[in-house]
């Protein structure tokens, strides 16, 4: 059994910073290419960064570069997105996403195979 397990989101001031997790079990984080997104009411949603299975290539999306960072912890099986300098179109739930092996790293996360519950972020003005 997969399972994904989101948790740290909350209410954060414009220029702030927050840090989610997600937690797994039933699959390896270290050998899987893994990625958060975000959706907001009424907007689509959002690929917003991601990590290679090897190597650690990163995507991010142009909206959070140099903003936010993905990592992993192989030995707690756990991924993160550090958030620095929030703004309020933030404000989203946030999802993690294990995914297919990508050649690409424009394409990683493109193709997802399990999700969490994600976790609400809310940034105030």
């Known amino acids: 059994q997969v399972q994904l397990v989101e948790s740290g989101g909350g209410l954060v001031q414009a220029g702030g910073s927050l840090r989610v997790s997600c937690v797994a079990s039933g699959i390896l984080l270290r050998s899987t290419t893994v990625g958060w997104f975000r959706q907001a009411p009424g907007k689509d949603r959002e690929r917003v960064a991601a990590?290679?299975?090897?190597?650690?290539?990163?995507y991010y999306a142009d909206s959070v570069k140099g903003r936010f960072t993905i990592s992993r912890d192989g030995g707690r099986n756990t991924l993160y997105l550090q958030m620095n300098s929030l703004k309020p179109e933030d404000t989203a739930v946030y999802y993690c996403?294990?995914?297919?092996?990508?050649?690409?790293?424009?394409?990683?996360?493109?193709?997802?195979?399990?999700w969490g519950q994600g976790t609400q972020v809310t940034v105030s003005s």
């Open positions: 996403a294990a995914c297919g092996r990508s050649a690409a790293v424009q394409t990683m996360c493109v193709r997802t195979d399990y």
């Open positions: 990590i290679s299975w090897i190597g650690d290539s990163t």
